[in-house]
Nanobody
């Protein structure tokens, strides 16, 4: 059974930093595109950042220059370094793993970790 386990969320003041981690129990982790999504109260889930199996990254405009996604294939872990946090970054952050295999898209989600930015 695939599991994605996020950690690192919490309460931080505006301008502060957090680092989220997601450990995945995937046999071929290095072949998955990994992503971080977030969902604020009353809003739809949105993409924050993604990193492909080859290391290419893309970011939401709202976090460009402040957040950095990275991966450690040996540890089967993806990270999200979040700097200069703003109140509007408050949300539940979810880890996602995605792969196109045998003609179909397969994706998996973590349970989410709460990030609250408040003074």
């Amino acid at each position: 059974q695939v599991q994605l386990v996020e950690s690192g969320g919490g309460l931080v003041q505006p301008g502060g930093s957090l680092r989220l981690s997601c450990v995945a129990s995937l046999n071929i982790f290095n072949m998955y595109t990994m992503g971080w999504y977030r969902q604020a109260p009353g809003k739809q889930r949105e993409l924050v950042a993604r990193i492909s199996s080859g290391g290419s990254t893309n970011y939401a405009d709202s976090v460009m220059g402040r957040f950095t996604i990275s991966r450690d294939n040996a540890r089967k872990t993806v990270y999200l370094e979040m700097n200069s946090l703003k109140a509007e970054d408050t949300a539940v952050y979810y880890c996602n793993a995605e792969i196109f295999m045998l003609g179909s898209l397969r994706d998996y989600w973590g349970q989410g970790t709460q990030v609250t930015v408040s003074s």
